[in-house]
Every structure is written in C-alpha cells, then in structure tokens.
C-alpha cells in the first residue's frame, strides 16, 4: 500500500466589510435610504377636528352601550332572585297544602277505622268531602294569589326597563 498525504490549504480570513457611517435612519435598522424615508406630511386641520369629533362620539356610544348592558345585566340578576324567591315562596304554599291534605286524608281514615255504624261512616265521608272541598278551593285560590303575585314581580322590572328605554328612544 502505498501513502498519501494530503495537504490542506487555508485561505487567509476575509476582512470584515465596513459600511459607511450614517447619522440619519429612516425606518428602524435601514441606512438613509429614499424607499423607506417617511416624508413628512402637515395633517389638514378639518380633517383633524373630524377625526377627533369621531373618536369623541364612539366613546359616548362606547359610555352608552357600557351602561345599557349594565343596566340589562342588573335587571336581569334582579329578575332571577326574585323569580327564585317567587318560586321558593310557592313551593313552600304547595307543600303545606300537600302537608294539610295528607294530615286531613289520614285523621279521615282513622275517623272511619273507629266508626261503628253505616250511617256514622256516610256521615265521617259527607264531612270529610264537603271539609276537602272547601280546603282545596281555598288552597287553589291562595296558590292563584300566590302565582299572580309572582307573575307581576317578575315581569315588573323587565316592564319598568322597557318604558324606560322607549322613553329615551322618544327623547333622543
């Protein structure tokens, strides 16, 4: 086998370019370069006062549509705290009348477990009948009430909100 030997040359380093000094850029990073200088242009005083009149009249749109869903997020908070204590209000009348009725329906049944006689039993179901009925259009009626009631606090608020904002519709 026979050697060879290889000899690398280097080449000498490359002297780093210098670039001629600039005190002036025009855009960030460029040399003063007439592409990229920013001429400098006088902003027409009316087109200036418009500008400003606009960015005035979107922050009182702006201030305006802020309130109004404050307003609506308000109204409709209130609308849920009352229609959960309206509804807790009315559960509460409902199992009270269940709570009579079931009380009512057991003192019956034991009333006609002691009854001696035919007659006393007919006499125990005529009462106990006649009693229930009363109790039950008494309850219907409070339930009603109690429903209405409900009803007209609930919807008060939104009623309330919507003549206010017809009423600023008129005036604006």
Do not use: C, W
Request: glycine content about 2%.
């Amino acid at each position: 086998m026979s050697e060879t030997t290889t000899t690398t040359t280097t080449k000498p380093a490359a002297k780093p370019r210098t670039a001629k000094a600039t005190t002036k850029t025009a855009a960030a990073g460029f040399p003063d370069f007439e592409a990229f200088a920013m001429p400098k242009v006088e902003i027409p005083t009316a087109f200036r006062e418009a500008t400003e009149k606009g960015i005035e009249q979107a922050r009182e749109a702006y201030s305006k549509v802020k309130s109004a869903a404050e307003d609506a997020s308000d109204l409709m908070e209130d609308t849920f705290e009352t229609s959960r204590q309206g509804m807790v209000d009315f559960n509460h009348k409902a199992v009270d009348a269940a709570r009579a009725n079931v009380d009512a329906t057991f003192a019956f049944i034991k009333d006609m477990m002691a009854a001696k006689t035919l007659a006393e039993a007919i006499e125990l179901q005529s009462t106990f009948t006649r009693t229930q009925f009363d109790t039950l259009s008494s309850q219907a009626k409070e339930m009603q009430e109690i429903a209405t009631k409900f009803g007209t606090d609930v919807t008060a608020p939104m009623k309330d909100a919507m003549e206010k904002s017809f009423k600023d519709l008129k005036a604006a």
